[in-house]
């Protein structure tokens, strides 16, 4: 079993930048894609970017310039910086893992870009 904890979630201002972390743990070994999803209220969940073992990346079209992910197999972490934020990103922030075919989720963590 696979256990993610998130962290880094909180209120900013337009502009401003956050750093959010998720952390595996448990039963995950070797080979294994880490990523962000974003759902907003009234909005269905989407993708905000995904990284692969082997640092294959991939981001939304909204975050481009804007978002970094990245990963530190050694500590089974994904992180994701993101700066220039607008009030549009407003959403809980979900880290994802795919692990031997199976689907990980963590609990969510708030973001809120506002004056």
């Known amino acids: 079993q696979v256990q993610l904890v998130e962290s880094g979630g909180g209120l900013v201002q337009p502009g401003g930048s956050l750093r959010l972390s998720c952390a595996a743990s448990?039963?995950?070994?070797?080979?294994?894609?880490m990523g962000w999803y974003r759902q907003a209220p009234g909005k269905q969940r989407e993708l905000v970017a995904y990284?692969?073992?082997?640092?294959?990346?991939n981001y939304a079209n909204s975050v481009k310039g804007r978002f970094t992910i990245s990963r530190d197999n050694a500590k089974n972490t994904v992180n994701l910086q993101m700066n220039s934020l607008k009030p549009e990103d407003t959403a809980v922030y979900y880290c994802?893992?795919?692990?031997?075919?199976?689907?990980?989720w963590g609990q969510g963590t708030q973001v809120t870009v506002s004056s």
């Open positions: 994802n893992v795919v692990y031997n075919r199976g689907d990980y």
């Open positions: 990284i692969t073992s082997l640092g294959d990346i």
């Open positions: 448990g039963s995950i070994f070797g080979i294994y894609t």
